[in-house]
T-cell receptor, first 112, second 114 residues
């Protein structure tokens, strides 16, 4: 079945450590996105990529980095520069035309 | 800049009762609009979407929404709520020419009383 796979589902990190969240899609979508979700704040866009080897900052990119070396993959690195990284992270993808986003199951990051 | 407001953070309804979740947006051009549902600890599932045409949109699980341009609203409705509808609901707005950038509302958490 086609879909988006995020891993790990749960991740714990010590302060000062970088962590990388994986996102893989087999929907043949051009565009991929990372959102951060905090209680009561909805979803906020971190980074997005509309094509391989290109990506753009979203509303809250500081302290995060991404890469898009393959169409299927869009990993997110949460760096030690992110001051409040504990959150639920959602990866999504879409075609460039239709507008509908398809979401993965999310990764919950907790900083100890 | 576009924005989405969901005025109700929490709503509780009795099973079998009707439901309306409110969504208001601020956007300069013609928007396209979505409603998503999220169960705890899960990703988001699309309920329905509006791009153009008929302003009353039917979705999955018996949900519908009506686009009212004059009120900048896209409220979600269901005639009879089931206990399994308890979840968090998100309204989102986007622009087709902006690379599918969606702006999400803060969400409405629905609780269903037996």
């Amino acid at each position: 079945d086609g879909g988006i796979t995020q891993s790990p589902k749960y991740l714990f990190r010590k302060e000062g450590q970088n962590v990388t969240l994986s996102c893989e899609q087999n929907l043949n979508h051009d565009a991929m996105y990372w959102y951060r979700q905090d209680p009561g704040q909805g979803l906020r866009l971190i980074y997005y990529s509309q094509i391989v080897n290109d990506f753009q900052k979203g509303d809250i990119a500081e302290g995060y980095s991404v890469s898009r070396e393959k169409k299927e993959s869009f990993p997110l690195t949460v760096t030690s520069a992110q001051k409040n990284p504990t959150a639920f992270y959602l990866c999504a993808s879409s075609t460039r035309v239709r507008g509908e986003l398809f979401f993965g199951e999310g990764s919950r990051l907790t900083v100890l | 800049a576009q924005s989405v407001t969901q005025p109700d953070i929490h709503i509780t309804v009795s099973e079998g009762a009707s439901l309306e979740l409110r969504c208001n947006y601020s956007y300069g051009a013609t928007p396209y609009l979505f409603w998503y549902v999220q169960s705890p600890g899960q990703g988001l599932q699309l309920l329905l979407k509006y791009f153009s045409g008929d302003t009353l949109v039917q979705g999955i699980k018996g949900f519908e929404a009506e686009f009212k341009r004059s009120q900048s609203s896209f409220n979600l409705r269901k005639p009879s709520v089931h206990w399994s509808d308890a979840a968090e609901y998100f309204c989102a707005v986007g622009q087709i020419n902006a690379g599918n950038m969606l702006t999400f509302g803060g969400g409405t958490r629905l609780m269903v009383k037996p």
